[in-house]
């Protein structure tokens, strides 16, 4: 009997080991990933400009009702900016990133929003890193957005606050090419 209360706690642990291996995913979607020099990418960090064609910009809230983007097959397109600093080496989360969604309507050659107005594209801002309290989606209220976009690619100026938590990027302009 002593035995099997030895055992017991030695089959609950390798009961949970996690699997391991390669995962596969089917999903097709035509994005195009910039990677290039920025004009207001902070020196402490990388910046790169993602655009997902044929797709929509949905807004979900958790369990929690914390915020989330979720893209869906539309004929639009999503602009996803990322801001990504690197923590020191031998961190577990140390990572600090930003990242800015909005979508660009079908069929839209100019766009101008500014403040309240800014819902309309579904403009978001995330904070990621390991800080309590402030990690999360943000819907972004305060700022003004410009969008050019032609058959060679889509320029874009938005200058924005963050209301509701700090933030290390407020002004972007990229030009992407299509």
């Given at each position: 009997?002593?035995?099997?209360?030895?055992?017991?706690?030695?089959?609950?642990?390798?009961?949970?080991?996690?699997?391991?291996?390669?995962?596969?995913?089917?999903?097709?979607?035509?994005?195009?990933?910039?990677?290039?020099?920025?004009?207001?990418?902070?020196?402490?960090?990388?910046?790169?400009?993602?655009?997902?064609?044929?797709?929509?910009?949905?807004?979900?809230?958790?369990?929690?009702?914390?915020?989330?983007?979720?893209?869906?097959?539309?004929?639009?397109?999503?602009?996803?900016?990322?801001?990504?600093?690197?923590?020191?080496?031998?961190?577990?989360?140390?990572?600090?990133?930003e990242t800015i969604h909005f979508e660009i309507p079908e069929g839209t050659d100019h766009l101008s929003k500014e403040n309240a107005?800014?819902?309309?594209?579904?403009?978001?801002?995330?904070?990621?890193?390991?800080?309590?309290?402030?990690?999360?989606?943000?819907?972004?209220?305060?700022g003004k957005l410009l969008v050019e976009k032609s058959n060679e690619g889509i320029v874009f100026d938005l200058k924005f606050k963050?209301?509701?938590?700090?933030?290390?990027?407020?002004?972007?302009?990229?030009?992407?090419?299509?």
């Amino acid at each position: 009997m002593k035995a099997l209360y030895f055992l017991f706690p030695l089959l609950l642990v390798n009961a949970c080991k996690t699997q391991t291996g390669t995962v596969n995913s089917s999903e097709n979607t035509a994005m195009e990933q910039i990677d290039n020099q920025t004009t207001n990418c902070p020196n402490e960090g990388t910046c790169s400009v993602t655009v997902h064609k044929n797709k929509s910009l949905n807004i979900q809230k958790d369990g929690t009702g914390a915020l989330y983007p979720e893209m869906v097959d539309s004929k639009n397109t999503v602009v996803e900016y990322t801001y990504l600093k690197e923590g020191p080496p031998g961190t577990a989360d140390g990572n600090y990133s930003e990242t800015i969604h909005f979508e660009i309507p079908e069929g839209t050659d100019h766009l101008s929003k500014e403040n309240a107005a800014l819902a309309d594209v579904k403009l978001l801002y995330g904070k990621h890193c390991f800080c309590r309290g402030e990690a999360g989606y943000y819907p972004i209220t305060n700022g003004k957005l410009l969008v050019e976009k032609s058959n060679e690619g889509i320029v874009f100026d938005l200058k924005f606050k963050v209301e509701k938590t700090s933030q290390v990027v407020s002004h972007i302009t990229e030009t992407v090419k299509l």
